[in-house]
């Protein structure tokens, strides 16, 4: 979401342009002489409060087991093979005085920020959480693959504004992927390069899409090799070990409470601390004095602090997730283990950003019931508050949390709306009609299988009438020629329509519905069913609907949205002296609150496939592409490979034939440019 106004306190957290400092060179004073060998990740300084505050793990033990007690485990990271760089973010490496050019030419660079080497000052741990994943309590689960490896001290000069941003002072630096940790379960805690291009991209352009998010520093991949079967088909092939660092004030989550739970009443499991209730008091302190200073100042009285705490928690999240819905974006996996205390979108796995407008849209295949489709995430956000709250009792009285939790629909519709109103230019008066027109907007793209990130950015292009203007049917025409662009074809739609359920299944469950439902209860629900028929009926109307019949009516129905909304921006210029100015911030506020690029899968899978076989230079402009999301940049409207701009100096293709056979199949695409509608082989990435 494009929300780039105000934030509320200290959540304004990576915020975009506020990086000015000293930058730590790998030349410096050691004494009377002059270092020049140093490496300028040697430099960084460590002051790791998080494993002085909160108890640490005494086991040294190696291996999964339960942790009982305390908050981290000391952890060995596992070294790659031959590790190296496949593309580094300047911005986030500059948040610990780092220059992206040094770290890059740096022998110990991808070393260090691969876990393969440890840093002076560095001790590596992992954090005991628990969450809810999928509804359901799941005990014990921490940082299986993550390592934490200290925080660094803001450098000299940092700016007052990111201080602000992050009260502690301290970046936190992780890498994902290091090996293996108490927590990893039945995993080997390694990353693959997909995995870990995924994380690296998403974290940065979500920071300059103006969404509070944690950082990635660097893509470092290897020669070790771990073997994934991608699509859990009984396939797998062998991949190279990755590894991302990752960089924010704190990974503390909702979970990070859950691991004082009592039994649950569904599972059965607990949480591995349960019954240590003094930890629980600590890591609020902890929270609070480190991140959120002004609550602990302005409330003397402990129950004041922590309501006021939760309820600025609540009021990130729900300004989060309003955010997360104006630009498309769903996360895919909001389970409790993956929402931040800090209220920042953490850990990116089977995410997705919306192409053609869904409101049931699901980002991941393994979600078959759709709990975490787009529509579903205000209200899961809420739910896992709801259980954040639960797990702070009684450090947070259960009345006081339901009484904050009152607020959050409110505050999100809100926040939502003045997102919104930015995002169609409504930028000088708010009209209780608003709403209802941004309804019959989301509507009318639904209907029409409109692109939602295109459509949102051609918004710009509609014309803002003066008082003495009229508007004639071949205006109306062209202007919903420029929409219509956006729309998806009567194949697309049938293609989007198909049902996901077998015709048997879903006969039989209907059929076990009626006469048996507490069974059905069991192995469905309702809510999925009724999908299935929605998806069965629009088919159904679309197999007797011809292209140029589709056309007509997707013409109609943007026509009739167009002219209601001529009609509000008419008002805006009402007792306006200028109306040329007025005009012109129109199109200033929407085109910086409706980007022109995002993450799209089909965007990321290209530089996947392209690293995959030893070319980064892919990842890297991708990456800079996504730093200006809301400007055009000339020479970086297509892909590398497509415009000439590709380099081979990095190429270290692997021999095989797999890898010979996906480069010639991703060659073989049409290419498009990153600010087109996806591809049709987009159709068929499938992310879990």
Not at 483 to 503: I, R, V, Y
Request: glycine residues 6%; contains cysteine; hydrophobic residues 35%.
């Amino acid at each position: 979401m494009a929300y780039l106004g105000p934030r509320l306190g200290a959540s304004r957290i990576f915020s975009h342009g506020a990086t000015v400092f000293r930058l730590l060179g790998t030349f410096g004073m050691d004494g009377m002489g002059l270092a020049t060998s140093r490496s300028p990740l040697e430099r960084l300084e460590f002051d790791n409060a998080v494993l002085r505050k909160l108890p640490l793990d005494p086991s040294e033990e190696s291996g999964v087991r339960l942790v009982k007690g305390a908050c981290f485990s000391r952890v060995t990271p596992q070294p790659l093979n031959n590790p190296r760089f496949v593309a580094v973010s300047r911005e986030a490496l500059a948040l610990l005085g780092l220059d992206a050019d040094q770290v890059v030419n740096d022998p110990l660079g991808p070393q260090y920020l691969s876990g393969s080497k440890v840093m002076p000052g560095s001790e590596p741990a992992a954090h005991c959480y628990c969450g809810h994943q999928f509804g359901q309590f799941a005990g014990q689960l921490g940082d299986g693959a993550a390592c934490y490896l200290g925080e660094v001290k803001a450098p000299l000069g940092q700016s007052s504004e990111l201080l602000r941003e992050n009260p502690s002072g301290r970046w936190e630096l992780q890498v994902k992927g290091a090996g293996l940790t108490p927590y990893s379960r039945q995993a080997d805690g390694r990353k693959v390069l997909r995995s870990s291009i995924r994380e690296f991209l998403c974290s940065e352009a979500m920071f300059f899409l103006g969404v509070p998010t944690t950082r990635a520093g660097s893509v470092v991949t290897s020669d070790s090799r771990v073997l994934r079967d991608v699509h859990y088909s009984g396939h797998p092939r062998h991949e190279r070990c990755s590894v991302v660092l990752r960089i924010a004030p704190t990974f503390l989550r909702f979970g990070s409470f859950e691991i004082f739970k009592r039994a649950d009443e569904f599972t059965g499991r607990q949480g591995p601390s349960y019954g240590h209730d003094e930890i629980r008091g600590q890591m609020l302190d902890y929270v609070i004095e480190m991140f959120y200073p002004e609550i602990q100042q302005n409330h003397p009285d402990r129950v004041e602090r922590n309501v006021a705490f939760f309820r600025e928690v609540m009021h990130r999240t729900a300004r989060l997730v309003a955010q997360w819905q104006c630009v498309g974006f769903c996360h895919g996996v909001l389970n409790t283990d993956n929402m931040s205390i800090l209220g920042l979108t953490l850990d990116y796995g089977p995410y997705g950003f919306m192409d053609r407008f869904d409101p049931d849209f699901i980002c991941n295949a393994s979600d078959s019931s759709g709990r975490y489709s787009y529509q579903a995430q205000p209200a899961i956000c809420r739910w896992n508050l709801l259980k954040l709250a639960e797990a702070l009792a009684p450090e947070l009285p259960a009345e006081r949390a339901e009484a904050v939790m009152d607020e959050y629909l409110d505050l999100f519709n809100r926040f939502y709306l003045e997102n919104m109103r930015k995002k169609l230019g409504l930028f000088i008066k708010e009209e209780p009609e608003d709403e209802m027109l941004i309804t019959e907007l989301l509507q009318t793209m639904h209907n029409t299988g409109a692109d939602f990130t295109n459509t949102f950015r051609s918004l710009s292009l509609i014309c803002c009438p003066t008082e003495a203007e009229t508007e004639g049917e071949e205006d109306l025409r062209r202007t919903a020629d420029l929409l219509l662009h956006q729309c998806a074809s009567l194949e697309e739609l049938k293609a989007a329509n198909k049902p996901t359920m077998d015709p048997r299944e879903l006969a039989m469950l209907l059929s076990l519905a009626q006469s048996n439902p507490s069974l059905f209860q069991m192995i469905s629900d309702r809510v999925t069913i009724a999908r299935q028929l929605d998806k069965l009926g629009k088919l159904k109307d679309l197999t007797e609907t011809s292209q140029e019949e589709l056309r007509a009516k997707q013409a109609e129905e943007w026509t009739s949205w167009i002219t209601r909304y001529r009609k509000r921006l008419a008002r805006e210029l009402e007792g306006q002296s200028d109306e040329q100015a007025v005009k012109e911030e129109r199109v200033r506020v929407m085109n910086s609150a409706n980007p022109r690029v995002v993450l799209r899968n089909y965007i990321a899978q290209n530089a996947i496939e392209a690293a995959e076989n030893g070319d980064f230079s892919e990842v890297q402009r991708v990456l800079r592409v996504l730093e200006k999301p809301f400007s055009s940049q000339p020479g970086l409207e297509l892909p590398a490979r497509v415009s000439g701009h590709g380099t081979t100096a990095q190429m270290e293709r692997d021999e095989g034939e797999e890898q010979q056979q996906q480069a010639s199949s991703s060659a073989a695409r049409n290419p498009v440019p990153y600010d087109s509608k996806p591809p049709a082989w987009a159709q068929e990435l499938c992310v879990t």
